[in-house]
């Protein structure tokens, strides 16, 4: 049962993750730096901001309405450390890989297009 755990949390993880965190930790110092530069519009920030904002205040919602599921995830230790181990490490992957990192780049460029300043 704990490896099933462990690979139920680290697909989550490696999933979740990247959704939750690179909006934060890419995204937004992007946005701030090219509307800082005049290439982005002040609107892109509060897109990005709002992006960043989504998901902790999704999970903090879930959390206050929901609390019995925080106590089954902190007595699920497999499921905890799959969910580290795969988010952590589909992280890394984005980050140093060049191909990753070359699609990162379109993704935020084809998101901030409506934004550009002509």
């Keep these: ?15 979740l993750y990247p959704v ?14 090219f509307v800082s530069k005049g290439i982005l519009n002040a609107s892109a920030l509060r897109f990005a901001i709002f992006m960043a904002l989504m998901w902790p205040v999704i ?8 609390p019995h599921l925080l106590d089954n995830l902190s007595t699920r230790p497999y499921l905890e450390l799959g969910m580290n181990i795969g988010g952590y490490g589909s992280l890394l992957v984005c980050f140093i890989t060049r191909k990753q990192r070359e699609r990162l780049a379109q993704k935020f460029w084809k998101t901030a297009e409506i934004h550009l300043k002509v």
């Design 59 to 66: 999970f903090i919602a879930l959390g206050f309405f929901f």
């Design 20 to 33: 939750v965190f690179l909006p934060i930790f890419y995204g937004l110092p992007k946005t701030i730096y």
């Design 1 to 15: 049962m704990s490896i099933f755990q462990f690979i139920c949390g680290f697909v989550g993880g490696a999933y």
